[in-house]
């Protein structure tokens, strides 16, 4: 099993820029896919960025070009570099953790694959 922790939300203005931590405890963090994830206020979750055991990363094409998704297994953080953001990525941020063996890249923004979730923390961008 692994507990999660999400760090590093505040409030930022449009065009501006936030790094977004997840600190792991428990064994085996490097095997893990992990993922981000957002809830606007009303609104679905929706995956923002994905990252596999092997360093592979995805992200939503509404991110891509802004968001970064990076992994430290030594430090057992994922971390999500959000560049450029806008008022649209105003809402609470959430990692998931799934065991590679379980894990499926294609469905990687589908919350239901992972069953590690970490309490969120909240970013609020104004314009």
């Known amino acids: 099993q692994v507990q999660l922790v999400e760090s590093g939300g505040g409030s930022v203005q449009a065009g501006g820029s936030l790094r977004l931590s997840c600190g792991a405890s428990g064994d085996s963090f490097s095997n893990y896919c992990l993922a981000w994830f957002h809830q606007a206020a009303g609104k679905e979750r929706e995956g923002v960025a994905f990252i596999s055991n092997l360093d592979i990363p995805y992200y939503t094409d509404s991110r891509k070009d802004r968001f970064t998704v990076s992994r430290n297994n030594l430090k057992k953080t994922l971390y999500l570099q959000m560049n450029n953001v806008n008022p649209e990525d105003t809402g609470t941020y959430y990692c998931?953790?799934?065991?590679?063996?379980?894990?499926?890249?294609?469905?990687?923004?589908?919350?239901?694959?992972?069953?590690?979730w970490g309490q969120g923390t909240q970013v609020t961008v104004s314009s």
């Open positions: 998931a953790a799934v065991d590679n063996l379980l894990c499926n890249s294609r469905g990687w923004s589908k919350g239901q694959m992972y069953p590690y």
